[in-house]
């Protein structure tokens, strides 16, 4: 608060007029005696204290201050200033002292009975705190964060949060024609229905009409629209959301932030051309906006052009090095160029630039286990692991479970990679991929067959015409001695593989061997050679008797 400010204030206290008290003795002005002197005694303590504040004296200030409150109340804007300056200082008590005071004035202004309400709040009287509150809400003019720290009370409290829906709409009255004011209401409706599932309904019914509202009002201010843009789509109006963007790209075809949301609109509903030509002109507009590159990138990646993506999220990295969703995409990027090891690089980078997430450490996991660092790979996803369990809800879903199980079998540890496969199917007991890959394991193993059995039949059920998946079930039904059946299914896999597979066929040959069929075993061994060197497929080879035998 400023000198001239203060002094002002104070001069306007000892000029008041006032009546004589009952026995009171008048002075020369007519004001009574004991009245003057408190207010003589008022602008002495108040020239005290500036004194004492021009010299670092803040103690000082503060008790000449706080003297000149108990002798005059009149001065608002002094009384607001000690008041905020014991609540700044931790000093609740000697704030409420004098609040509490000037709360039964009846000229006392909303602002006052607002810093009231803080003062009680910080104090732990709550129930005091809400009425201070609502009488500052009842006092013009009214400002939203006297209606924004009511509703936090009452939305906290589930016996009173029905409450919020009426006094919200006063708040919509008082600010109808206020498009900030009704935005930050809007704000309010969305918390509401965020603490009280059971308001969530009506609350957002009535936010979007306040929205409606505010775009009724053509706002001059862009930003405002684009914030209303932006609660629309929060409440998954999608379509007023574009409506309102392309309302605001219409007045201003330069604005880049209304263009970059309609790019990531267009992106979103699939809409791939459209996003790529929104995102060129966002180029010329803002050609240093990193967030256009990334947008670019994230193209050329639904593309699968990812020589280009990579181009695009590099130049936003250089842009800006804290952008954390361009380095997890680059590595996306380059993860599909199949290069793990520049991958992993740009991983290492993006952890002096950004903070840890779940997406950096799950994609060092997979760029590492690619590289067969299968220890540093396990290290990478246990990170991940901690960092997405405190998500709501976690990011460690079955499909993360699934790609560390998978890893760990592997590197070999059989136990662990059991124990991540198994964490899969109880978050999803359907999930195909993990039941065939457990399923394998233990087959291959010869162990839990009629456990495995039942997986890979689930898992084919699932997706009858994956080779891997009939491949698992023909290896599962030889280890369980059923070798023709074995071959029926194995024969199925072999014609369902778009490419040679070495183990696919190793295992027919195995089958065809079991069934006594010379010839087939002895082709498909062959065949499993020319794909992938084996000393155990060749020793198979080599002691099978030859053509034409049974």
């Known amino acids: 608060m400023s000198i001239g400010l203060l002094g002002s204030g104070c001069r306007s206290s000892l000029t008041h007029g ?26 002495a303590a108040f020239a005290a204290g500036l004194v004492r504040g021009m010299n670092g004296d803040a103690e000082g200030l503060m008790t000449y201050f ?23 200082q931790g000093k609740v008590d000697r704030a409420l002292k004098l609040l509490d005071r000037i709360a039964t004035r009846p000229e006392t202004p909303g602002e006052l009975h607002a810093l009231h309400g803080v003062a009680l709040a910080q104090a732990g009287r709550i129930d005091e705190a809400l009425e201070a509150y609502l009488r500052a809400a009842a006092k013009p003019p009214v400002v939203v964060a006297v209606y924004q720290a009511v509703v936090r009370i009452l939305a906290q409290d589930r016996k009173r949060s029905a409450e919020t829906l009426p006094l919200l709409a006063t708040a919509r009255g008082a600010f109808s024609k206020d498009p900030s004011g009704l935005l930050e209401i809007a704000d309010l409706y969305r918390a509401v229905g965020a603490a009280d599932t059971r308001l969530q309904v009506r609350a957002q019914a009535a936010m979007l009409e306040v929205l409606d509202r505010i775009r009724s009002l053509r706002p001059e201010d862009p930003s405002i629209l684009l914030r209303v843009a932006d609660r629309y789509a929060q409440t998954g109006k999608a379509d007023l959301s574009e409506a309102v963007l392309r309302e605001v790209h219409e007045r201003a075809p330069r604005n880049p932030a209304a263009l970059a949301r309609l790019a990531e609109l267009s992106l979103r509903s699939g809409r791939i051309p459209e996003a790529s ?6 180029r010329k507009i803002d050609p240093a906006n990193p967030v256009t590159y990334y947008f670019l990138g994230v193209v050329a990646l639904e593309e699968k052009q990812f020589e ?5 999220f590099e130049r936003a990295i250089l842009l800006n090095p804290a952008l954390e969703p361009a380095h997890t995409d680059l590595a996306v990027a380059l993860l599909s160029l ?42 990478a996803y246990q ?31 059989e136990a662990r990679s059991i124990e991540y496969l198994e964490k899969a199917l109880e978050l999803k007991p359907d999930f195909d991929e993990a039941l065939n890959h457990l399923g394998y394991l233990w087959a291959d193993k010869g162990t839990n067959l009629a456990r495995a059995r039942a997986m890979i039949e689930q898992a084919v059920r699932a997706e009858p015409e994956n080779p891997a998946y009939l491949d698992s079930l023909g290896w599962v039904l030889f280890k369980l001695g059923r070798h023709a059946e074995a071959l029926e299914w194995l024969t199925k896999a072999r014609a369902r593989l778009t490419e040679p597979d070495a183990t696919v066929l190793d295992h027919l040959g195995d089958a065809a ?17 020319r794909v ?14 030859p053509s034409g035998s049974k």
């Not at 061997?513 to 062959?526: H, Q, S």
């Open 66 to 88: 706080e003297r000149v409150t108990e002798n005059d109340l009149s001065n608002h804007e002094l009384v607001s200033d000690v008041a905020r300056r014991f609540l700044q």
């Open 277 to 282: 030509r929104q995102l060129e002109a966002l």
């Open 308 to 312: 280009r993506a990579r181009n695009h």
């Open 532 to 545: 992938e060197a084996s000393p155990t497929v060749r020793r198979k080879l080599e002691t099978a008797p």
């Open 338 to 379: 199949e290069r793990p090891e520049e991958a992993s690089t740009a991983l290492d980078r993006a952890r002096r630039e950004i903070a840890p997430s779940f997406r950096l450490e799950y994609l060092s996991g997979v760029a590492r286990s690619q590289l067969k660092r299968y220890d540093q790979a396990f290290e």
């Open 513 to 529: 061997a079991a069934c006594r069929r010379w010839d087939l075993a002895r082709e498909a061994w062959e065949a499993s050679l």
């Open 18 to 43: 006032g009546s004589a008290g009952e026995g009171g003795k008048r002075g020369s002005s007519g004001t009574p005696r004991a009245d003057w002197e408190r207010r003589a005694e008022a602008h």
């Open 383 to 413: 990170a991940a692991e901690r960092l997405g369990s405190t998500n709501r809800p976690p990011l460690t879903d079955h499909r993360f479970y699934f790609q560390v199980g998978a890893m760990l079998e592997r590197k070999g540890d």
